[in-house]
């Protein structure tokens, strides 16, 4: 089971949803890749069986990567019958794979034809799947260009390539498909356009639990590049005890003072380039998440003497609560409770000591954050128990459930992600205990005041917020429609409203 799968059932297929077929369509440098990974990333993790099949690899391992651009070109008739090929292979072992009891397979490809969607839509309805497209459209070039220096010169066809070369040959690659790319029309089709890296979303169609369920996710998604940092809670003065919620010791306060020196000149000295210039842009903003406990808000707060850094809290990030646990050693634990312990090592994920949270428990709460996560385009720093950034940090690498409880997240180290199309690319730095001697308790106080005005109820941080923590991007919009009256059986036209992400489900 995957990290916050509800239940199980005989066919493994959830939310009485069937088998679905995510066909993504559009042209390259759109975002296909990137949304079909993340995509697959979150339905592995309410534990929907989702797997990605990508023409481009396929292509990849059939021919090669030494490929000329005019290759993927619709009207180059001398590469038709290959390509051909090697879109029906990929498109056999999806088939497969759904007979084998997968629920949701991503066709990852251009698909800008009409005569290739129809053939799709007809195949997969001859296994009862049910097709489902989400195009990525974009008219920004400024978007476009920043997708092909970002994501594309570092795909797997431009390894060894000088980088300006790459650009020029990617670009005409995407002039040769620009003649033969039809927008999709059909109503009778369920999909989802996304408009210049969710400026815009259409819906249509959609139907039951798990499709709009994926429409709520596109909506809160982006393709921006942005890093996510995360560093453990410091050392408070009573480390046993979880009702006291203790505030920091000295210790946690000079580990706090350290991490956001550290951070702070990490950041200075890491330019970020900018992907339509030669030249260097700011650094984006950071953004600082900590629970309402008080070692992880006081952590936090050693940021707030920068005017520029937004620091929130979100009880949700809390730890596990340890339950009957609690101010308990392990060995206490062990001769208490020996057959709990017994099952807690046979599935330390999912078991909870009485009155206690599991693993499970902790990642059901932290869907919230992991939408929101996915919405923020600043960059993010997440300072949380060791159990809080185990979940966050397991979902964003896609982990079983499995390997969750056993991550090492060691004490004075900043983890440092960056989500790219094809993978997270990943750091961790040594921060260095380097602060001078000073007044601690002093220091605390003065960090508390600065503190005092920002309440731990997430209901108050707007004055503090860019959005409101419940909604989507504010420049987004939602063009809703539904392909056939209930009453009439006749099309209606698309109909554009704005709306807050959390509204989008009751729309459908």
């Known amino acids: 089971m995957y990290p916050g799968q509800l239940y199980k059932t005989d066919s493994g297929r959830l939310f009485h949803a069937g088998a679905i077929a995510i066909i993504l369509v559009g042209l390259p440098a759109r975002g296909k890749t990137a949304i079909s990974r993340s995509l697959c990333r979150y339905l592995r993790w309410l534990g929907v069986q989702t797997s990605v099949f990508s023409v481009g690899n396929y292509r990849r391992q059939i021919v090669g990567v030494e490929v000329t651009n005019d290759f993927f070109s619709p009207a180059n008739k001398a590469t038709a019958d290959l390509r051909t090929k090697i879109a029906n292979a990929c498109l056999d072992d999806m088939v497969q794979w759904f007979a084998s009891g997968g629920q949701v397979g991503i066709l990852d490809g251009s698909n800008t034809t009409e005569e290739r969607r129809t053939e799709l839509v007809e195949r997969f309805k001859m296994f009862n799947v049910h097709p489902m497209f989400i195009e990525t459209i974009c008219d920004n070039p400024a978007i476009i260009d920043a997708n092909i220096r970002n994501v594309k010169v570092s795909s797997p066809d431009y390894v060894g390539w000088d980088r300006a070369d790459a650009v020029e040959d990617f670009k005409r690659r995407i002039e040769n498909h620009v003649p033969f790319y039809k927008t999709i029309a059909d109503l009778n089709l369920s999909f989802v356009k996304v408009i210049n890296a969710g400026e815009k979303i259409m819906v249509n169609n959609i139907q039951g639990f798990l499709q709009s369920k994926i429409v709520y996710y596109l909506t809160n998604l982006h393709i921006s590049p942005r890093t996510i940092y995360f560093a453990r809670n410091g050392v408070s003065l009573n480390e046993h005890s979880y009702r006291a919620d203790a505030p920091l010791a000295p210790a946690g306060h000079r580990y706090a003072e350290s991490l956001k020196n550290f951070l702070l000149a990490l950041r200075e000295n890491t330019p970020v380039s900018s992907p339509t210039s030669t030249t260097p842009e700011a650094p984006r903003p950071l953004t600082v998440w900590t629970s309402s406990r008080k070692r992880s808000f006081q952590t936090a707060a050693h940021f707030l003497d920068h005017e520029e850094i937004i620091v929130r809290q979100r009880s949700v990030l809390a730890e596990r609560h340890p339950g009957v646990c609690d101010l308990m050693t392990a060995e206490e634990i062990q001769e208490k409770y020996p057959d709990e312990c017994l099952r807690a090592s046979k599935d330390p994920y999912r078991h909870r000591f009485p009155r206690a949270e599991s693993y499970y428990d902790l990642a059901n709460r932290l869907e919230k954050v992991i939408l929101e996560l996915e919405r923020e385009k600043n960059d993010v720093l997440i300072v949380a128990h060791m159990s809080v950034i185990r979940c966050l940090y397991g979902y964003l690498h896609g982990l079983p459930e499995s390997e969750i409880p056993s991550l090492e ?58 959005d409101s923590p419940l909604s989507s991007p504010s420049s987004s919009t939602l063009a809703l429609s539904s392909a056939t009256s209930p009453t009439s059986g006749k099309q209606k036209e698309p109909m554009e409203l704005n709306s807050q992400g959390p509204e989008l489900s009751s729309q459908l």
Not at 447 to 456: C, Q, R, V, W
Request: overall charge negative; glycine content about 4%; charged content about 20%.
């Open 409 to 466: 997240i060691p004490e004075g180290v900043l983890l440092e992600l960056r989500p790219t199309a094809y993978a997270i690319e990943e750091k961790r730095y040594k921060i260095p205990d380097d602060v001078p001697c000073v007044n601690w308790q002093q220091q605390a106080a003065n960090l508390m005041s600065l503190a005092g005005s920002i309440p731990a109820s997430p209901v108050f941080m707007d004055h503090y917020l860019p």
